[in-house]
């Protein structure tokens, strides 16, 4: 590898060479990491004995199952991690030993984890073969794509080279307020409009929605090109464009208010709205007017970042049967009742429930007179972003009023409980249900309310990189996880740990654009002819 004079790049550690050209320590290390995968990534259910054991240390008098298990290279001996390893390296004078849950290599000679890019392709390569040979979800029942590493094709290379570069906005400067909290200029906050704080942390969240963000700053919408009245996605062009400009000062989203209020009149003038229904008009704006978007498999950036479905089992308790629907869903609603975790009220959410006989009327037995039924909500395919709503605000006949019963919410979310797969084979026993990590989501954003159902105000916390920061409108303070997580939820967003990916193809609105331009010019070219033609004849 070289650096961007040309010269070969330098890693920190100079024994690295050695290893890699090592073929029998590297084929080793491809095994470890396939171990790994094989013993700790892959989800099971009700596991019984394995035949594979789990590996113990073969340290003298130590025959513990190690946490965190690591493998010399030179000769396969197992060890714990904190000295036996590191002792079995000393005293036999073998260089490397491998981590076995995350491939990370040691070096004796220099104490210390050390890193090689080519290291990191071969553990990648090596574990994500072996996830997509377990992995038996495919919704669409098509094989899953392949991994293929990234390699920029002769356009893109261009423009890496014609690009201008960014000034990096991950620097912290901070400046001491009024409140002696220190605000974060790496971020930017947006001006209340006048009750518009339920429009400023929507607007939040999705600039800090990590799909959303590479969307719009890859310029899959350029707002100088489109031609469409009110566009959505133009404001949230526009938007980005404020966010990530060298302006500190507040943004005030005029325009994008205005776009709303014209296409949501619901939303419209300057009371108090709920932040939930207005995300919800907000991604269907964006669904509306971005491309890619039809009745039919929409591949739109909403659908592909919110977009997932649910699967509702109907077992009718007097024959037995049971009816399967799916539905489409972009956020999930939950009740809170007694709940006082998120998992809590997602267990809830799938557990079985009953149906009164005037609800349900079963078509095996239908016709000897209705029959009780119960019924059950899983998720049947997970969408790379989760937004879940907690049904804080009640209304009845008699009155109108705010729960705020205090839930916690995991920074973590396994969400491999709640799937129609787990529920299906919930009794069976060692049934590998995929990897773990990808039924893993990570939390990135959190909207709060305070205050009561006729008189609140909106507050959020969003995630960048590894930063935690509170938006209060144009207020943006350094904030912390724990502080996130103490904070009162009103929604919350996940995402997606890792991606699933499918075989590369393209677009059917890019096939159909390329296809009409063909077209085009054989029209044009047919006319041309013609005109030479006629002009030959009067000749």
């Known amino acids: 590898m070289a650096d961007d004079q040309g010269a070969p790049r330098q890693f920190p550690c ?16 491809r095994k470890v990491a396939a171990a790994g995968v094989h013993l700790y990534g892959i989800a099971r259910l009700n596991p019984k004995r394995r035949k594979v054991s789990l590996p113990t240390c073969g340290a003298a008098g130590c025959r513990a199952l190690p946490t965190r298990p690591a493998v010399c290279l030179t000769c396969s001996f197992t060890g714990c991690w904190s000295n036996h390893i590191l002792d079995h390296l000393t005293d036999t004078k073998h260089d490397f030993c491998v981590d076995v849950k995350s491939g990370q290599v040691h070096c004796d000679q220099c104490d210390d984890i050390v890193y090689h890019p080519k290291l990191d392709e071969i553990f990648i390569s090596a574990t994500t073969a072996l ?71 929507v607007l939040q969240c999705l600039a800090h929605n990590p799909l959303i963000r590479n969307y719009f700053l890859a310029d899959k919408h350029n707002r100088h090109l489109c031609k469409t009245e009110d566009c959505c996605c133009c404001e949230m062009d526009k938007l980005f464009s404020e966010i990530y400009s060298d302006d500190r000062d507040p943004h005030g989203p005029v325009t994008f208010l205005s776009t709303t209020w014209r296409k949501a009149p619901d939303l419209a003038g300057y009371a108090q709205n709920d932040a939930h229904e207005l995300f919800l008009s907000v991604i269907n704006l964006i669904h509306a007017t971005s491309k890619g978007s039809t009745n039919i498999s929409c591949n739109c950036i909403t659908h592909s970042t919110f977009c997932g479905s649910s699967q509702s089992d109907v077992k009718c308790e007097r024959c037995g049967s049971v009816s399967t629907a799916h539905d489409l869903m972009l956020d ?13 009220c997602l267990k809830r959410y799938t557990q079985w429930e009953k149906l009164g006989s005037k609800d349900y009327s079963c078509n095996k037995c239908g016709k000897s007179g209705r029959a009780e039924a119960s019924k059950r909500i899983s998720f049947h395919k997970l969408p790379p972003v989760l937004s879940f709503q907690l049904k804080r605000f009640e209304k009845t006949s008699e009155k109108a009023r705010k729960l705020d019963t205090p839930v916690r919410f995991p920074e973590t979310l396994n969400m491999a409980p709640y799937t129609s797969l787990v529920m ?52 943006v303070t350094i904030s912390s996880l724990g502080e996130c997580l103490q904070s009162n939820a009103y929604m919350c967003f996940y995402v997606k740990r890792r991606l699933e990916y499918k075989a590369h193809t393209r677009p059917t609105y890019v096939l159909t654009r390329e296809t009409e331009a063909v077209r085009e010019k054989e029209r044009e070219a047919a006319k041309n002819k013609e005109i030479d033609e006629g002009l030959l004849a009067l000749l």
């Open 131 to 201: 996830e997509e040979q377990v992995t038996p979800f495919t919704v669409y029942k098509k094989p899953r794509g392949l991994f293929a590493a990234w390699s920029p094709s002769e356009e893109e290379q261009v423009a890496f080279q014609t690009a201008t570069p960014l000034p990096c906005q991950g620097n912290l400067i901070s400046i001491e307020t009024s409140t002696s909290l220190p605000v974060a200029l790496a971020r930017r906050g947006l001006l209340n409009l006048g009750q518009t704080c339920f429009l400023n942390v």
């Open 332 to 344: 999930i609603s939950l009740e809170l009742k007694d709940e006082t975790t998120l998992t809590g």
């Open 424 to 475: 299906k084979e919930g009794d069976k026993e060692n049934v590998k249900i995929g990897p773990k990590i990808m039924y893993e989501y990570d939390l990135f954003a959190v909207i709060n309310h305070d205050g009561n159902m006729t008189n609140g105000h909106y507050t959020n916390y969003a995630r960048s990189g590894e930063q935690w920061y509170r938006f209060d409108d144009d207020k």
């Open 14 to 29: 100079p024994h690295l060479n050695d290893l890699l050209a090592d073929g029998v320590q590297m084929k080793r290390y």
